[in-house]
C-alpha cells in the first residue's frame, strides 16, 4: 500500500468526521451591528467545533418568540429591560447569558440642525415599546426638553409626562419604521441599530445621544433550558474577546461600545 496515500485518506477521514461532527448553533439578530458582530467570530467558533447559523430578522418580536419556541437556540438584538418586559408580558422564560455591548440611543432630525431649533408643537417620534419608549423619553428630559412624574422610570409613556414647556406632540410607532418616517416627523428617537443600517451615524448625526454609560447593555439570550449548553457558552466566551472588543471599536467608531 503506497504510505503517502494512506495518510491522505486518513486525514480527509478525520477531516470530514470533524466536519460531521460539528455542532450547530442556531442563532436569530438584528442586521446592525448584531448579525455583523456574530459574522466576525463565525470562524472563530468554528474552530471551536461549533458552526453558528445567524437568522436576520428585522423586528424586535420574532427573534425571542423564535427562542421561546425552540426553534432557534439564542438570540442577540436587545437589552435587559426589554427582555424584562417582554418575558413578564408573554410568560416567557427567556434569559441573559451575557452582555456584549452598549447602542447609544439617539435623537435624530431632518428638519433640524439643533434641539434649541425645535419649535413648539413639534411632533416627536418615539417607539412604542414600552423600555424603548421609556428610554426615549428619560434622554428628552436628560435634554431638558420634558419632565417625567418619575424621573426614572424606564417604561414611562407620554402619559408620565408631567411638563412638556414646548406642547411637544409625541407619536409611538414600530421601531424598526422610525428611520423610513424621519422626514415626516420633526424629531425621532431611534435604536442605534435602527440608525445604522439607514446610513445615519449616530456619533454625528444624533442631536442628542446617551453617553457610554448607558445601562442597556445588549445580550445574548438563550432558553433558560438552554443557557448552559457547551454551544451557547463557547458563544457567550467568543463574543467577549480581546478580538471582538477590537472590531467594535473599529467598525462602529463609537457608535457601538463594548460592555466588557
Do not use: C, W
Not at 458582530?37 to 427573534?63: C, H, M, N, R, S
Not at 423600555?131 to 426614572?152: F, W
Not at 414611562?156 to 407619536?171: G, Q, V
Request: aromatic letters at 6%; charged letters at 25%; zero cysteines.
Amino acid at each position: 500500500m503506497n504510505f503517502k496515500k494512506t495518510l491522505v485518506a486518513v486525514a480527509a477521514i478525520a477531516t470530514f468526521s470533524s466536519a460531521a461532527l460539528a455542532e450547530k448553533l442556531s442563532v436569530a439578530a438584528t442586521p446592525v451591528p448584531h448579525a455583523e458582530i456574530l459574522e466576525f467570530v463565525k470562524p472563530k467558533l468554528a474552530e471551536q467545533g461549533v458552526e453558528l447559523d445567524v437568522k436576520v430578522f428585522t423586528d424586535y418580536v420574532q427573534p425571542n418568540v423564535q427562542v421561546d419556541q425552540k426553534r432557534m437556540d439564542a438570540n442577540f438584538f436587545q437589552h435587559q429591560p426589554y427582555l424584562d418586559e417582554f418575558n413578564d408580558g408573554r410568560g416567557t422564560n427567556l434569559v441573559s447569558v451575557v452582555g456584549v455591548h452598549v447602542e447609544p440611543f439617539g435623537a435624530y432630525s431632518s428638519r433640524i440642525d439643533s434641539l434649541e431649533a425645535l419649535e413648539d408643537g413639534a411632533t416627536v417620534a418615539i417607539p412604542n415599546d414600552p423600555t424603548n419608549g421609556g428610554r426615549a423619553l428619560l434622554l428628552l428630559q436628560k435634554a431638558g426638553l420634558i419632565t417625567l412624574k418619575d424621573g426614572s422610570k424606564i417604561t414611562a409613556t407620554p402619559r408620565d409626562i408631567a411638563d412638556n414647556p414646548k406642547d411637544l406632540e409625541f407619536k409611538e410607532l414600530e421601531a424598526a419604521t422610525l428611520p423610513r418616517i424621519l422626514n415626516q416627523v420633526d424629531l425621532a428617537l431611534i435604536n442605534t441599530n435602527y440608525a445604522l443600517e439607514a446610513g445615519l451615524n449616530p456619533t454625528e448625526d444624533a442631536l442628542v445621544i446617551e453617553g457610554a454609560e448607558s445601562p442597556y447593555v445588549n445580550i445574548l439570550v438563550a432558553h433558560e433550558s438552554r443557557a448552559n449548553d457547551e454551544a451557547i457558552q463557547k458563544l457567550a466566551k467568543v463574543l467577549t474577546t480581546d478580538d471582538v472588543k477590537a472590531f467594535i471599536k473599529k467598525q462602529y467608531e463609537g457608535a457601538v461600545v463594548p460592555a466588557f
